[in-house]
């Protein structure tokens, strides 16, 4: 089966396209500027001896649907895509943010799905409504096509109670659906399966905790296969210092800065969100590789902004930790959690007493790859995964697509 795997963001599609026989890349592609001047798609196809066809249209795109039409031309092209026709896509994968309490798992899109979508659009108004966009251009293009919404929230459903309610009065949870949903499921939920195999053991025997560490960043405490708490909250705001999120604040902490400024209660999250975490705090940039390439050079903000990420994280796995009275194995991925060993050994440092020992070596080692980097002995197995959201996507729909059939 031939999938295709569609991500829409408000001025932006990424796209692949999967063989799920063996699960191989046929091609994959980013549209941008969606509705702006200047809108581009670029697609690669991979070669056989290791290099990529690139493909660039340039062309105006006033919206989703003309963006996903240049998509599938662009698939479909003689000399730089990968099928011959349209008809060789056999489903629709669509990366979907926000399914509130409605989903738990991927499901096979219907109308009655897409209404549950806009019921959620309160909840993700920056996410839910492209990820609407992308999934009716592709129903009106390829109609007949089977398509499965597949959430960053679902995979987080199965925390308890006393973990996602936050400590406000009930009627908020019972009138808004203020509690914490958590996002990033897609990677943690592939980080545990990855994980589980590498170690030959079954994931519901496991006690996992995987830090996904990138622009956006999250840890999820993992308990035999399922999560029981991750640090993102009702936005993906909570928790981590990301690059551009603060992470865990104390609320009133926007009413002083809009009191002092005279900014409004939405200019100040959008500060929180976008001008914040590592940028905020060293004044310089959002990226990881600038910050460490500064600290070395001695921007004290830099270091300490540095120190404040991994910090975070540190606390966290400790939670996560006690709370689930031990770990097998934490995981990292993410563009940092991937490549930076220098912030996997600052998170990891004097952990030894709670059974984590990295060998440097290993550590030093892995950039972008898998593998384990604690050492043989360290009671708590130590490994980075590369993050592969597009691959689950494609599983989750190969799978539900399968089971429809029967
Ligand atoms: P997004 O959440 O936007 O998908 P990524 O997962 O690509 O983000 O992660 C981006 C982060 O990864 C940036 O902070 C970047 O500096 C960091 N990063 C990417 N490559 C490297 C590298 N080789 N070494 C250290 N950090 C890296």
């Given at each position: 089966m031939?999938?295709?795997?569609?991500?829409?963001?408000?001025?932006?599609?990424?796209?692949?396209?999967?063989?799920?026989?063996?699960?191989?890349?046929?091609?994959k592609?980013?549209?941008?500027?969606?509705?702006?001047?200047?809108s581009i798609?670029?697609?690669?196809?991979?070669?056989?001896?290791?290099?990529?066809?690139?493909?660039?249209?340039?062309?105006?795109?006033?919206?989703?649907?003309?963006?996903?039409?240049?998509?599938?031309?662009?698939?479909?092209?003689?000399?730089?895509?990968?099928i011959?026709?349209?008809?060789?896509?056999?489903?629709?994968?669509?990366?979907?943010?926000?399914?509130?309490?409605?989903?738990?798992?991927?499901?096979?899109?219907?109308?009655?799905?897409?209404?549950?979508?806009?019921?959620?659009?309160?909840?993700?108004?920056?996410?839910?409504?492209?990820?609407?966009d992308?999934?009716?251009?592709?129903?009106?293009?390829?109609?007949?096509?089977?398509?499965?919404a597949?959430?960053?929230?679902?995979?987080?459903?199965?925390?308890r109670?006393?973990?996602?309610?936050?400590?406000?009065?009930y009627?908020?949870?019972?009138?808004?659906?203020?509690?914490?949903?958590?996002?990033?499921?897609?990677?943690?939920?592939?980080?545990?399966?990855?994980?589980?195999?590498?170690?030959?053991?079954?994931?519901?025997?496991?006690?996992?905790?995987?830090?996904?560490?990138?622009?956006?960043?999250?840890?999820?405490?993992?308990?035999?296969?399922?999560?029981?708490?991750?640090?993102?909250?009702y936005?993906?705001?909570?928790?981590?210092?990301?690059?551009?999120?603060?992470?865990?604040?104390?609320?009133?902490?926007?009413?002083?800065?809009?009191?002092?400024?005279?900014?409004?209660?939405?200019?100040?999250?959008?500060?929180?969100?976008?001008?914040?975490?590592?940028?905020?705090?060293?004044?310089?940039?959002?990226d990881?590789?600038?910050?460490?390439?500064?600290?070395?050079?001695?921007?004290?903000?830099?270091?300490?902004?540095?120190?404040?990420?991994?910090?975070?994280?540190?606390?966290?796995i400790?939670a996560?930790?006690?709370?689930?009275?031990?770990v097998?194995?934490?995981?990292?991925?993410?563009?940092?959690?991937?490549?930076?060993?220098?912030?996997?050994?600052?998170?990891?440092?004097?952990?030894?007493?709670?059974?984590?020992?990295?060998?440097?070596?290993r550590?030093?080692?892995?950039?972008?790859?898998?593998?384990?980097?604690?050492?043989?002995?360290?009671?708590?197995?130590?490994?980075?995964?590369?993050?592969?959201?597009?691959?689950?996507?494609?599983?989750?729909?190969?799978?539900?697509?399968?089971?429809?059939?029967?």
């Open positions: 031939k999938v295709l795997v569609i991500n829409c963001g408000s001025s932006s599609i990424k796209y692949q396209l999967l063989d799920m026989e063996t699960e191989a890349l046929l091609l592609g980013l549209v941008e500027r969606i509705g702006i001047e200047g798609l670029t697609q690669k196809r991979p070669e056989a001896d290791g290099s990529e066809t690139k493909f660039v249209i340039e062309t105006p795109m006033k919206d989703h649907k003309d963006a996903i039409q240049h998509v599938m031309d662009a698939i479909v092209d003689p000399d730089k895509g990968a011959k026709s349209l008809d060789e896509i056999n489903a629709i994968g669509h990366r979907v943010v926000h399914a509130g309490e409605k989903y738990a798992n991927s499901v096979l899109i219907s109308d009655s799905v897409i209404k549950a979508l806009q019921d959620c659009i309160e909840l993700a108004p920056l996410h839910n409504p492209p990820n609407l992308g999934i009716e251009a592709c129903r009106s293009l390829m109609p007949g096509v089977p398509m499965v597949v959430f960053d929230t679902a995979f987080h459903q199965t925390m109670p006393e973990v996602y309610l936050y400590a406000i009065p009627e908020f949870y019972e009138k808004y659906g203020i509690r914490k949903y958590g996002f990033h499921g897609t990677s943690h939920k592939y980080m545990a399966a990855e994980v589980a195999e590498m170690m030959n053991i079954d994931v519901n025997d496991l006690k996992l905790i995987t830090c996904h560490l990138g622009n956006g960043a999250s840890v999820s405490a993992i308990k035999h296969g399922r999560c029981i708490d991750t640090s993102m909250g936005t993906p705001l909570e928790g981590l210092v990301m690059g551009t999120r603060c992470g865990d604040l104390d609320p009133s902490v926007v009413k002083t800065i809009c009191n002092r400024t005279g900014l409004s209660d939405n200019e100040v999250l959008d500060i929180l969100n976008t001008k914040s975490g590592l940028l905020g705090v060293s004044g310089l940039s959002s990881f590789r600038d910050l460490r390439t500064a600290a070395a050079e001695g921007h004290k903000r830099a270091e300490i902004a540095i120190r404040i990420f991994a910090r975070r994280v540190r606390n966290y400790g996560y930790i006690a709370e689930m009275n031990g097998d194995a934490i995981v990292f991925s993410g563009g940092i959690g991937e490549n930076a060993a220098e912030m996997r050994n600052r998170i990891c440092l004097n952990m030894g007493n709670l059974g984590i020992k990295i060998d440097q070596h550590n030093e080692e892995c950039v972008g790859n898998t593998a384990m980097i604690s050492t043989d002995d360290s009671p708590v197995k130590v490994m980075v995964i590369p993050a592969n959201e597009e691959l689950v996507i494609a599983r989750e729909t190969d799978e539900l697509v399968r089971k429809s059939r029967v």
